[in-house]
Nanobody
Framework: VQLVESGGGLVQPGGSLRLSCAAS????????MFWYRQAPGKERELVAG????????NYADSMKGRFTISRDNAKKTVFLQMNSLKPEDTAVYYC??????????WGQGTQVTVSS
């Protein structure tokens, strides 16, 4: 099982980034997918989620209207489009695949830094 995040980097406040998470080794289309983030000294928090079929999404309140999660089941990839980025969005962003409590996988994370 692999979840490989990419697309992180340094961006100025107000800028945009698009994160990708490429999955392999499990039936991606059956898994709900999530993005979490963890800032230095803080607990990991949920950013956004999308169900296996791709129709329903949910977001943390502070990300609503700025972030968009999507998935391409044919490409086994989940995306996080982040707009209007703020310094407080600086964190390591993790991809999470979840089927049930037994089948719950994490990527290695990608750093997002929002700074001028």
């Amino acid at each position: 099982v692999q979840l490989v995040e990419s697309g992180g980097g340094l961006v100025q406040p107000g800028g945009s980034l698009r994160l990708s998470c490429a999955a392999s080794g499990f039936p991606f289309s059956r898994y709900d997918m999530f993005w979490y983030r963890q800032a230095p000294g803080k607990e990991r928090e949920l950013v956004a989620g999308i169900i296996a079929a791709g129709g329903s999404t949910n977001y943390a309140d502070s990300m609503k209207g700025r972030f968009t999660i999507s998935r391409d089941n044919a490409k086994k990839t989940v995306f996080l489009q982040m707009n209007s980025l703020k310094p407080e969005d600086t964190a390591v962003y993790y991809c999470n695949a979840r089927y049930d409590i037994r089948y719950n996988y994490w990527g290695q994370g990608t750093q997002v830094t929002v700074s001028s």
